[in-house]
C-alpha cells in the first residue's frame, strides 16, 4: 500500500530492522507503562498550594496533563524520529507543586516552567546542549544507561509495592524493605510476582510482544481479583471496569501562565536559583534518558551520538515549554519509553501510537486508567534487566572509567534521580583524571558541566551566602 510504504521510508521502520506491528505493540506498551501519569500529575499539582492559598483542579489537571504527552509525544515521533514519549516529568512538578508554588501563585509558578523551557531550547538552538551531550566519553553514556535501568526496575518494584519505604527508618538501619511490611502481602503483589514471572519466562522464550501480554494478562487477572476478592487497595489506578467511559476534557488551564510575574513576586536571586534548578534536572534528566532508551534501541552510532540529536533536544526543550503553557508541569522525555523499546518499538512511529491513546485519554480517562500499576510494573523490571546487559561494555580495569560510572549507576536508584547519579560521575570523572595528570584530556565543556554540579550539589549553602535562606 503506497500509505504504509511512506510511512515505512519517512520513519525508516524497515531500515531500522522494525516493522509496523513492532511499533504498535511498543508505543501500546510504553503507553500502559506511564499512563499512571495521568492519576498521578494531578494528586501532585492538585494536592499543593500556592503563596494564596489556591489549589489547581484535579480534572482540568488530569486534561491538560494527557492533552501535553498526546501533543509532544507526536510531535517527537514525526519530528525525532524515537521512541521516546513525554509527559509531565515526576520529581520537576514535586519541585513546582512544594518548592515553587509556596512562594508565588502557580501562574507564576508556570511562568517559570515557560522560561526554563525557553532556555533549554536557546541551549538547543546554540548547539551548547548537543556539544555537552557529545563531550561525554562513549563508557560513561553506557553506565548512564545501566544506571537508568536499575532506576527504572526500582521504579517498577517501588510502585507496585514490593518495595516499600520503612515507616519509621529513623530508629531503624533498613530504609527500606520488602512489601508494606517486611513480607509480601495482599493479592495487588502477587499480581505484580506473577507479571514479572510471566515477563521473564516469554522473554526468555523470546516472545514477541512479551511485555504487552503481561501487561494485558495481568490486567485481566487483577479486573477478576478486585471483583470477587476485598482488596482494600490497589494504589493509584483500581483495576475494576468504570461507571462511565467518557468523560469530557476540560481545557481551563491551557495559557495560564504569567511569564515574569515571578520576578516581582520573589524577587530576581530565588528565580534565577529555582531556574537553574529546573534547567539542571530537566537537561541532564532528558540527556539520560535519551542515551539510554537510544543504546538499548541499538541507534547510537559508532561514536555514541543520537540519530537526529539535535531536534530531538529541541522538541524536548519545547515540550517544557508546552507543559508550563498548560499549567501541567514541565514536559520531558520518559524512561518508561523502554518499555516500548523492550517490544521492539524503534522509530518514531511508535510515538504516533502512544500519542494517539494519550488523546483518547482526554475522552476516555476512566476506561484508560483501570491498568493497575501491579500489572504494568513487571514491565519495567524486564526493562531494568534488558537495559542493565549493557554493562558488559564499560571497562571495569580502568579506573578513570570505572569509579565514575559505578557511581552513575548507583547514586541513580539510589537517589531516585537520574540527574544526581550522572552528576556524580561528572565530578568524579574530571577530579581522577585531574589527580592522574591527565585533566586536558577531559573535554572543556565536561569541566564547565561539573562545576554547575558542584553548585547543584551545594545549593542549600550557597542560598544561605546569597541569603535567600
Known sequence: MPLLQTLDRFFRISERGSTFARETRGGLATFFTMAYILVLNPL????????????????????????VAAVMTIVMGVVGNLPLALAAGLGLNAVVAFQIAPL?????????????????????????????MRAIPQPLKQAIGVGIGLFVALIGFVDAGFVSRVPDAANTTVPVQLGGSGALTGWPVLVFCLGVLLTLALLARKVKGALLISIVSMTLLAIVI?????????????????????????????????????FGETGAITVVLLVFTLILS????????????????????AQGKVPGLGRVLLVDGAAAVAGGAA?????????????????????????????????????????LTIVPMQAAAPALVAVGFLMMTQVKHIDWERYEIAVPAFLVIAVMPFTY???????????????????????????????????????????????QVLGVK
Open 44 to 67: 501532585v499539582l492538585g494536592g499543593a498550594q500556592d503563596i494564596h492559598g489556591d489549589r489547581l483542579d484535579a480534572v482540568q489537571l488530569t486534561t491538560v496533563t494527557a492533552l
Open 282 to 301: 530537566d537537561f541532564f534528566d532528558t540527556m539520560g534518558t535519551v542515551v539510554g532508551v537510544s543504546a538499548e534501541a541499538g541507534l547510537l552510532d
Open 226 to 262: 478486585d471483583s470477587v476478592a476485598d482488596v482494600p487497595s490497589w494504589g493509584l489506578t483500581t483495576p475494576a471496569w468504570p461507571d462511565r467511559l467518557v468523560a469530557a476534557p476540560d481545557f481551563a488551564l491551557v495559557g495560564d501562565f504569567s511569564l515574569f510575574g515571578a
Open 417 to 463: 534521580s537520574i540527574t544526581n547519579g550522572i552528576g556524580a560521575g561528572f565530578l568524579a570523572y574530571v577530579m581522577i583524571m585531574a589527580v592522574l595528570g591527565r585533566a586536558r584530556q577531559v573535554h572543556w565543556l565536561l569541566w564547565v558541566t561539573s562545576a554547575l554540579f558542584l553548585v547543584y550539589f551545594a545549593i542549600d549553602p550557597v542560598e
Open 104 to 132: 508565588m501563585s502557580w501562574d507564576d509558578a508556570m511562568g517559570l516552567i515557560v522560561l526554563e523551557g525557553l532556555l533549554i531550547c536557546a541551549l538547543v538552538v546554540t548547539g551548547l546542549r548537543e556539544a555537552v
Open 327 to 367: 499549567s501541567a508541569s514541565s514536559a520531558t522525555s520518559y524512561v518508561e519509553s523502554a518499555a516500548g523499546v523492550g517490544e521492539g518499538a524503534r522509530t518514531g512511529f511508535a510515538n504516533l501510537v502512544t500519542g494517539a491513546l494519550f488523546a483518547l485519554a482526554l475522552f476516555l480517562t476512566p476506561l
